[in-house]
């Protein structure tokens, strides 16, 4: 009992005297402060800065380093390594590059980031320096991002400027996209004006479509005016179904009015993903939207026939029982579609979704499924592909499919063609011989 009394109102003393403790720490630190902002009165620093660059005057230390070693020995009797960071981060605000050298001394390198992105928002060129003596570091490209990601929060064509002072390809590409992603964040328009005047490029492309996404959510009409005012090439469809996508996503009718807003011309790819999207819950109200786009847009034939073939995909028995509906090069886009969508599917069930087909539709519908199955069922392949009327595309599936199948089981797959009753005997001599002389792991002899 008495040791509990004493334990008690120990910790009662230090939760008391705690607070007091804290405060001498602080006011030590606010002296320390003034004490350097009088020494930064008169020393300058001369650093190696771009021509472009906006420099700000730091407060300084004097040369001595005598306050530099006095902050290190105050930080290395922080009760808390949380008190320490805040001491450099707190001096990072008015002295960055102190900090940083604090910072580096003190073993603090978790906090290089923070404060190199401090000194970009700030725009303290007397960092610059620092980093470049860091370039054989495998953070470099890190501490880069961070301080040109701090300028661009605040001035990013600064920060592009500054890429050329401190970076080399590949890095500089991978930096540069970066601050324009930091800057269509906060600033899609801007960004995008900027990326209108730089050279097409597959980095470039990259970076239109992620500040798209920022566009679409900042200004959504705007965005859908600019790309209406862009000639119809690759990277406008790349924008155009970036923003179909990102729309579709949080609700199709959404998506339908934007499309409606911009070039007839520019709106194929969107048809076509709209049209996916909708067909996912309601085929029918897809195939609706696809023949009014056609009719009242002269959509593209190519895209209408492939946005048609696409719902076959989520919507096989349907659009297996309408394909008299359609021309003979979109019948077999929908068979194609509609098999693969049918893979997981019993045999049985397969053969009833293809059973109104035509005898070249059925043949189709056949080969795609015993290409499907060769690697992951090929007794099943090999039974599909018998099914087929043409002889000569039986004949080729067959062989395909027996040929991958040997490679793992060769036993198995010679006994099929052996007992195949869709294959002559020559046919059955041949394809046997071809197999017996493929070298494959299953007729490997090992010393």
Known sequence: MKWLIVVML???????????????????????????????????VVVAVSSNTNVSTPQQYDGSGHDREAM???????????????????????????????????????????????????????????????????????LVDSYLRGIASVNPQQALSDVDLLTVEPMKTSVIMSIVDSWASTDAMGAFEWLKQQPETSSTLKMYLNTMYYYIEQSPTEAASLISSLPLNESTNYLITSMVYQLVDKNVQEAVDWLDSIATEQRASGVFIISRKMAETDPEAALVFLNNQKQTYELNQDYYNSAVAEIASVEPDMMLARIDDYEINVQRDIIINASYALIDHSE??????????????????????????????????????ERISD?????????????????????????????????????????????????????????
């Open 391 to 447: 002889t000569s595309v039986r004949l080729e599936s067959i062989i395909n499919t027996v040929n991958v199948w040997s490679a793992f089981d060769k036993k198995t797959a010679l006994i099929a063609i052996d007992n195949s009753t869709q294959l002559t005997a020559s046919q059955k001599a041949d394809i046997s011989n071809q197999m017996q002389l493929q070298l494959t792991s299953s007729n490997i002899i090992y010393p």
């Open 348 to 385: 049985t069930t397969f053969l009833q979704s293809i059973d109104s087909l035509t005898d070249d539709n059925k043949d189709i519908a056949f080969r795609q499924r015993a290409n499907q199955l060769t690697q992951t069922d090929p007794q099943q392949a090999f039974n599909v592909a």
């Open 72 to 142: 290190k020995a105050s930080i290395s009797q922080d009760d808390t390594s949380y008190m320490s960071i805040f001491r450099i981060l707190q001096l990072a605000e008015q002295d960055p590059l102190e900090a940083l050298l604090i910072a580096q001394e003190t073993q603090h390198e978790d906090l290089y980031g923070f404060i190199l992105e401090i000194a970009g928002k700030k725009q303290f060129s007397n960092v610059i320096s620092w980093i470049i003596e860091q370039n054989t570091s495998d953070d470099y490209e890190s």
């Open 10 to 44: 120990s910790w009662g003393i230090g939760f008391i005297s705690y607070p007091l403790l804290w405060q001498s720490d602080a006011d030590n630190l606010k002296e320390q402060q003034t004490v350097n902002t009088q020494a930064a009165i008169s020393q300058p």
